[in-house]
């Protein structure tokens, strides 16, 4: 039997990095959730009022021998701007902060150091928080694969359709068929 892994990310708005990751091969489950607060059984909307602490995040089990949790961080910091503190675009507040909760200590090392590569890169500092994982709380059903069940309406269209095309490109070997 395989063995699973599982890592978390929060890049602002789950819809997107959820819709991404779906397309990967390797990666068995997606689930968009929040994490990182202090109130137990966050819901959509008291997690909107910014006072909870948690962040909108993706959970992904993933098979290891089949993709990289390095590679996942590449995938990840490429689908958002890791130096936009508490926001991306347009969607601003603490839930939409850029963070990766770690599982164990091999995946914090990994992303302190991936970030320190990619800072080398960029003029802006990444702010990209690293914390450990705290209680997972799956998101509304309607959350779940959210692009795919709304491709048309008008934040997918206009927001998510752009980054799954470069993403697409960029990891076109790395995309189920």
């Keep these: 039997m395989q063995q699973l892994a599982t890592a978390t ?13 779906r397309r990967v091969r390797g990666i068995e489950s997606v689930s968009s959730g929040y994490t990182g607060g202090h109130t137990d059984n966050p819901t959509y909307q008291t997690i909107c009022q ?19 949790f390095e590679l996942l961080l590449e995938m ?3 689908l958002h701007d890791p130096t936009q503190l508490n926001k991306q675009g347009n969607d601003i507040g603490t839930q939409y902060r850029s ?11 990994q992303t302190m150091s991936f970030i320190e590569r990619l800072q080398a890169s960029l003029d802006n500092k990444i702010v ?13 059903q309607y959350h ?15 927001l998510i359709a752009p980054k799954l095309a470069k993403f697409a490109q960029r990891f076109e070997s790395m995309l189920k068929a």
Aim: charge should be negative; include cysteine; aromatic fraction near 18%.
């Design 99 to 109: 963070v990766v909760f770690y599982h164990d200590q091999s995946q914090q090392q």
């Design 76 to 78: 990840f910091f490429t």
């Design 50 to 68: 910014g006072d909870t602490g948690h962040a909108e995040v993706v959970q992904l089990t993933f098979n290891p021998e089949r993709i990289s």
């Design 144 to 158: 779940q694969d959210y692009y795919e069940q709304n491709p048309n309406q008008g934040y997918c269209s206009v």
């Design 128 to 140: 990209t928080e690293v914390s450990p994982i705290s209680t997972f709380y799956p998101a509304e």
């Design 9 to 21: 990310f929060g890049g602002g708005c789950f819809w997107c990095i959820d819709a991404a990751f």
